[in-house]
């Protein structure tokens, strides 16, 4: 794996650099990766027949092309920002599906275990966006928990890749998980952990 992990960095920063050629030797190892992120959230934001996985990773794809002037640093980094460009696209398929569905969102989200925080969507569109609203507020209040938890969250990122993404030890990144994910539950109206 590391080996392809070099591989990945290696042309990352070729297409930072302006190289289209690596960019197009870039997709396919890294389609399948972007193929289970997408389907996971996919199917746990309640896209259902609306947006299939091929259909999210294409504009997932179109928009990350559209990205002009990353400095591209190795495939964590590649991953955290698609986990954000494929959460704002499930984002506005749930304002859209809610929009034309309920006239409006419904705030309340109810998720059977709150030992976690919600994945994007155990719930359906509407739990979609209330869960969005509310990690733009941890951002506003905290940017590195709100980070860490798009990343762990909507990047399937483990702890050691967030970290490495935002230049903390795992430590750091545990931590702060704790306190972001209590938050995020009493802010969305779970009971309370120990």
Known sequence: MVP???????????????DHAAQQE????VYNELRELASRYRRKAGAGDTLQT???V??????????????WRDRAHFFAISANVIRRILIDV???H???K???????VIVPDWNDIPLPGLCGA????????????????????????ELRVFGGLSVEETAEVLGVSAITVMRDWRVAKAWLVRELGGPAQA
């Open 54 to 56: 091929t259909a999210l």
């Open 98 to 100: 809610t929009a034309e």
């Open 4 to 18: 392809q992990s070099g591989k990945i960095t290696g042309l990352l920063k070729a297409w930072g650099n302006g």
């Open 94 to 96: 749930a304002r859209s």
């Open 58 to 71: 294409n504009e997932a794809y179109i928009r990350l092309v559209d990205i002009e002037g990353v400095d």
């Open 126 to 149: 509407d739990q979609l966006l209330a869960l969005d609203e509310t990690l733009n507020r941890l951002v506003a209040m905290d940017a590195q928990r709100g980070r860490i938890v």
């Open 102 to 108: 309920r006239g409006g969102p419904n705030k309340e």
């Open 26 to 29: 870039l997709i396919p190892l």
